[in-house]
């Protein structure tokens, strides 16, 4: 093989530079594609394509009577890991719409060609909360290969891990003025957002009880007992859920009246004995 140019050794095989471009050279066709100015991008997508053009490991796994082929992984991914998981018909539509996605980014190429860089190339090109989940989903399938003895190395849990973004919350009472007494409308509002957002890593965890069956399914901000109890979350932070679940009351209230004042014999204000209760608030 001839060496390549200098400007061209550390480019993917088939990839080359051409002023400010890349150009992908079809080994078979010889016909060059361009891919644009990034490099790094231009280096993943020739990646990819040098595997798709690989045929060689699936012709050795039809001569050995084996099937290593991602699609065929995939499908028993399908039909026998995710019915054990219990998922949400809307979360495990989700999921299938993104397996289906890597049949085709990876037709025809075997488990053991894709490697690494080969993974974290490809999850490049997602925003962060993509990237996330993508990466969360190929673990899964990765861990299930190695469970069937198809692969003894998790690729994807090498690829890099990103946290996910801070939750920011647009704060209704921005640039408004904040009285000090609770008995003002908008100070209660600002008195329960700062209450929910303290008990949320609580109420987060009685939900993640919830899913894995450590408590019974239901409200989780109704289950703080049974939270202390369990030892899943600690009386502050059950108190913290329950202080919460007060303000946020507090802010929803509305008036109540009784039945018997809305009657047709019920007249003008003052003409009712119920005029005194009515319009107290719930």
Same mark, same amino acid.
């Given at each position: 093989?001839?060496?390549?140019?200098?400007?061209?050794?550390?480019?993917?095989?088939?990839?080359?530079?051409?002023?400010?471009?890349?150009?992908?050279?079809?080994?078979?066709?010889?016909?060059?594609?361009?891919?644009?100015?990034?490099?790094?991008?231009?280096?993943?997508?020739?990646?990819?394509?040098?595997?798709?053009?690989?045929?060689?490991?699936?012709? /050795?796994?039809?001569?050995?009577?084996?099937?290593?082929?991602?699609?065929?992984?995939?499908?028993?991914?399908?039909?026998?890991?995710?019915?054990?998981?219990?998922?949400?018909?809307?979360?495990?539509?989700?999921?299938?719409?993104?397996?289906? !996605?890597?049949?085709?980014?990876?037709?025809?190429?075997?488990?053991?060609?894709?490697?690494?860089?080969?993974?974290?190339?490809?999850?490049?090109?997602?925003?962060?909360?993509?990237?996330?989940?993508?990466?969360?989903?190929?673990?899964?399938?990765?861990?299930?290969?190695?469970?069937?003895?198809?692969?003894?190395?998790?690729?994807?849990?090498?690829?890099?891990?990103?946290?996910?973004?801070?939750?920011?919350?647009?704060? !209704?009472?921005?640039?408004?003025?904040?009285? /000090?007494?609770?008995?003002?409308?908008?100070?209660?509002?600002?008195?329960?957002?700062?209450?929910?957002?303290?008990?949320?890593?609580?109420?987060?965890?009685?939900?993640?009880?919830?899913?894995?069956?450590?408590?019974?399914?239901?409200?989780?901000?109704?289950?703080?007992?049974?939270?202390?109890?369990?030892?899943?979350?600690?009386?502050?932070?059950?108190?913290?859920?329950?202080?919460?679940?007060?303000?946020?009351?507090? /802010?929803?209230? /509305?008036?109540?009246?009784?039945?018997?004042?809305?009657?047709?014999?019920?007249?003008?204000?003052?003409?009712?004995?119920?005029?005194?209760?009515?319009?107290?608030?719930?």
């Amino acid at each position: 093989m001839p060496r390549r140019a200098r400007k061209n050794r550390d480019l993917e095989a088939n990839l080359y530079q051409n002023g400010e471009y890349y150009q992908y050279k079809h080994p078979i066709t010889g016909n060059r594609i361009s891919l644009g100015k990034d490099r790094k991008q231009a280096n993943a997508a020739a990646r990819i394509a040098n595997i798709r053009l690989q045929k060689e490991p699936d012709r /050795v796994a039809k001569i050995l009577g084996t099937n290593d082929g991602l699609s065929a992984l995939i499908d028993r991914f399908e039909s026998e890991y995710l019915p054990e998981k219990e998922y949400a018909k809307s979360s495990l539509r989700e999921i299938k719409i993104k397996l289906n !996605l890597y049949k085709n980014e990876f037709a025809g190429t075997s488990i053991h060609a894709i490697d690494v860089k080969t993974l974290a190339d490809w999850l490049y090109q997602f925003t962060r909360a993509s990237y996330i989940k993508h990466r969360l989903l190929w673990i899964d399938l990765f861990k299930y290969a190695m469970s069937q003895g198809l692969v003894t190395f998790n690729v994807a849990e090498a690829t890099l891990y990103k946290r996910p973004a801070k939750r920011k919350r647009d704060r !209704l009472t921005e640039g408004v003025y904040i009285p /000090v007494d609770k008995t003002q409308t908008i100070a209660q509002l600002d008195d329960a957002l700062e209450k929910s957002a303290a008990a949320e890593p609580a109420t987060r965890k009685l939900r993640a009880a919830m899913k894995a069956g450590t408590l019974p399914k239901g409200d989780p901000e109704a289950a703080t007992e049974d939270g202390v109890k369990a030892g899943v979350i600690t009386e502050q932070e059950a108190a913290a859920i329950l202080s919460a679940v007060a303000a946020r009351k507090i /802010v929803i209230q /509305v008036d109540e009246f009784l039945p018997e004042y809305l009657t047709k014999e019920h007249g003008k204000w003052g003409s009712n004995k119920l005029d005194g209760v009515a319009g107290q608030s719930m």
